[in-house]
């Protein structure tokens, strides 16, 4: 296995272990405490984080199969991404604190660059026959 492969296999079992025990702590925890809207909030970046963790598996496996430079990058960017983007929503609940709602898009945007590079480091792979 190379290191890209493990790095991104272990960022995403982090994510996923993680995602679990936000999510958990938000449908127990928070359901009393905050109004249906920002539960629908938090769970929205507890969703994102979930594709996320396995879109780094994807990135690891394709790390696996084609180590490069785009990929490195687009799994970077997709942690960074997701980090931003979900963490932006936990903290904008638990915080109360709705110009953090201002911070989501770049994460957003950060994972939709990074699945686009994915898939521009695929289209350059050439196909065996």
């Known amino acids: 296995m190379n290191n890209t492969t493990r790095?991104?296999?272990l960022l995403g079992t982090l994510l996923m272990a993680t995602a679990v025990g936000i999510?958990?702590?938000g449908a127990h925890g928070l359901k009393k405490i905050v109004?249906?809207?920002m539960l629908t909030i938090f769970q929205t970046g507890v969703q994102y984080q979930?594709?996320?963790a396995l879109g780094l598996f994807a990135v690891a496996f394709i790390a696996y199969l084609e180590n490069n430079k785009s990929v490195k990058i687009a799994g970077n960017l997709m942690f960074i991404g997701t980090t931003i983007f979900s963490g932006s929503l936990?903290?904008?609940?638990?915080l109360n604190t709705k110009w953090l709602g201002a911070i989501t898009p770049i994460g957003g945007v950060l994972m939709i660059v990074s699945w686009l590079l994915l898939a521009g480091s695929l289209l350059k792979v050439k196909s065996e026959k």
Do not use: N, R
């Open 7 to 9: 790095k991104f296999l």
């Open 23 to 25: 999510g958990a702590f």
């Open 35 to 37: 109004t249906q809207e």
């Open 50 to 52: 979930f594709y996320h």
């Open 90 to 94: 936990y903290l904008l609940v638990l």
